[in-house]
């Protein structure tokens, strides 16, 4: 943290401030929300399977249809969620055929509520972190039957896969001082931030134990996405200390949570978009750039909190080490020859610059709401980041050229399509549509949905009128043209509405 800062607010404010703003917005910082969502969207993809699978339909659609508390253990389940998102990629391709989440849930249908089915692998079981959430430490699976035997040789694939895939790697069995010590880094983590350490707690839902050597070096942690979904693996080395335990965790719940949080929001228009970073070769892509701006302010915001640590903690949990150094520069880089970007301030800094500096279009109206979000907690504990973009700013970015938007018809009948499956949010104001044709889903916010619920065959004008009686403003208000042809312009490339003359 920059000295000036001490003089304007208390260390200790800005870091409880920024831990607050991390876990505040209920698109990428509330895991209660993101979770939601991500139940949502489990219930809808599943409804689409058994629309293509008719062999594992009855079970697919019954699993859809079961409670939240029932359905959380499936979803965040390794191996069922690598299913889960493997057959969704496929259904989206047109090359389903079967639905590997319904030959694996097939056999577990009827396992604990409270426990998923690879969690019911482990003997003896233990929960990782008892008290601040249901993640469980990975031991060598000891399958009885043959379902339990299939889940836990794909469980064990996964885990090779993610470590490099040699048949001889196999989990480490943790030792009562690791496991101790990894408890212990948890408590911390959650003491210092106990928003924004907490919550990413929450999007663990297993923690495995790995040595692997690469040419990068040993493993020290490891988050898996689709690969080995929900999972934290580590060195035991990190559990030597609760300090070095709860930044390994921090890092990796934070990518855990944001791999949730987009799952229901894109961020970028163009996923191939390319941004160079001056101590890597080659460049990066700009949600890649999104992931890795998003970690350093929470790694940020962890050792401000860590330097303004108060008695009570250093005595439970010992002093706090000093900040470990990243990486070198990769040799022949800018930042090689230059001597920067050697400290995550310098980095941030740097990702926080480009993601300003880019074309208004660049990123979806989600995207602009967290590159605001992320500066405005990056800002409270690094007074040299850029300031966030004020969001009527954003507009006066210019779009590349070439991007080009369908036209809005004004005579046009505007007509919901059909079939669609459909999951309505209203606590958080949104719904996922997927039309069955195309088996891709579609978040829609309030006011989006609001004006795809007035599309019934009303022409533009009709809309317009009453989607100013719904949200209670001036029919011949300028806001309120805008809103209704930007949601109508965003519904017709959706393919959600079409446009008949």
Not at 402 to 420: D, F, N, S, T, Y
Request: some cysteine; aromatic content about 6%; proline content about 7%.
């Amino acid at each position: 943290m920059s000295a000036s800062s001490s003089g304007v607010q208390p260390v200790t404010d800005r870091v409880a401030q920024a831990d607050a703003i991390l876990c505040a917005d209920r698109q990428f910082g509330d895991s209660a929300a993101i979770g939601e969502r991500n139940l949502a969207r489990f219930r809808l993809g599943l409804t689409m399977l058994a629309r293509h699978d008719g062999e594992a339909a009855e079970v697919l659609r019954t699993t859809a249809g079961a409670s939240d508390e029932r359905l959380r253990p499936l979803l965040y389940d390794p191996v069922l969620r690598n299913c889960f998102e493997v057959d969704l990629a496929r259904l989206e391709s047109g090359r389903l055929g079967h639905s590997s989440f319904g030959a694996y849930v097939s056999g577990h249908a009827d396992a604990p509520s409270a426990m998923g089915p690879c969690e019911a692998l482990t003997r003896p079981h233990g929960l990782a972190w008892p008290g601040l959430g249901e993640a469980w430490v990975l031991t060598e699976p000891a399958p009885h039957g043959d379902a339990q035997e299939m889940l836990a040789d794909r469980l064990m694939e996964l885990y090779r896969d993610a470590l490099g895939g040699s048949p001889a790697i196999r989990p480490v069995d943790p030792t009562d001082d690791v496991r101790g010590v990894l408890r212990e880094g948890a408590e911390l983590l959650a003491t210092l931030l106990p928003a924004a350490g907490a919550g990413g707690l929450e999007h663990v839902t297993m923690v495995g134990f790995a040595h692997r050597e690469s040419e990068e070096g040993p493993l020290q942690s490891m988050s898996g996405g689709d690969p080995l979904p929900s999972t934290v693996l580590l060195a035991p080395e990190r559990c030597t200390s609760p300090w070095l335990a709860a930044e390994s965790l921090l890092h990796e719940g934070a990518h855990l949570k944001l791999f949730d949080a987009l799952r229901t929001g894109s961020v970028v228009r163009n996923a191939t978009e390319r941004v160079p970073i001056p101590w890597r070769i080659g460049s990066w892509t700009v949600i890649r750039v999104f992931v890795a701006l998003h970690f350093y302010v929470h790694l940020l915001v962890f050792r401000a909190a860590a330097t303004a640590a108060g008695d009570a903690v250093r005595q439970r949990f010992g002093a706090p080490p000093p900040a470990e150094d990243l990486d070198e520069p990769s040799p022949g880089t800018p930042a090689a020859r230059s001597g920067q970007y050697r400290t995550s301030a310098e980095r941030a800094r740097y990702l926080a610059e480009c993601v300003l500096s880019l074309p208004e279009q660049a990123l979806t109206e989600n995207g602009h709401r967290f590159a605001r979000w992320l500066l405005t907690a990056l800002r409270l504990v690094d007074d040299d980041a850029p300031r966030p973009l004020d969001p009527a700013a954003a507009t006066t970015r210019q779009a590349r050229p070439g991007q080009q938007q369908p036209e809005v018809l004004p005579e046009a009948a505007l007509q919901r399509i059909a079939p669609v499956d459909a999951c309505a949010l209203p606590g958080l104001g949104q719904l996922v549509v997927s039309p069955a044709r195309t088996a891709r889903m579609h978040w829609l916010n309030a006011r989006s949905w609001t004006v795809y619920s007035l599309c019934d065959g009303r022409d533009l004008d009709a809309v317009h009128t009453a989607y100013a009686r719904a949200a209670g403003l001036p029919a011949d208000s300028q806001e309120v043209g805008r809103q209704v042809r930007e949601s109508v312009r965003s519904l017709v490339i959706a393919g959600l509405v079409t446009q008949d003359t």
